[in-house]
């Protein structure tokens, strides 16, 4: 498999949720993240846009994040716009 990722993603196991829409929030678990993106883990596959907002607990830091991959329960993510 070809590393097309530009920075390291650190491991780690914080709660995140994303947010769309007008009231949809879906809990996930960030398994690893780095300055420019993240993997996020779900219960299930799940639905969602290709762009979104989430929010990174406990810190509350709210990112907007583009879909960059999809493999069952798991959605790696690039962060968009600005911190």
């Known amino acids: 498999m ?30 690893n993240m780095s300055p420019e993106g993240a993997c996020l ?4 596959r799940p639905i969602l846009p290709k762009d979104f907002s989430m929010v990174i607990k406990p810190e509350y830091i709210r990112r907007s994040c583009h879909v960059a991959w999809q493999s069952g329960g798991r959605v790696g ?5 600005r911190r």
């Open 41 to 44: 883990e779900f219960p299930c």
């Open 77 to 81: 993510v690039e962060f968009t716009g």
């Open 2 to 31: 070809v590393e097309r990722r530009n920075a390291q993603r650190m491991k780690t196991l914080k709660t995140g949720a994303v947010s769309f829409g007008v009231v949809a929030i879906v809990d996930c678990t960030i398994r």
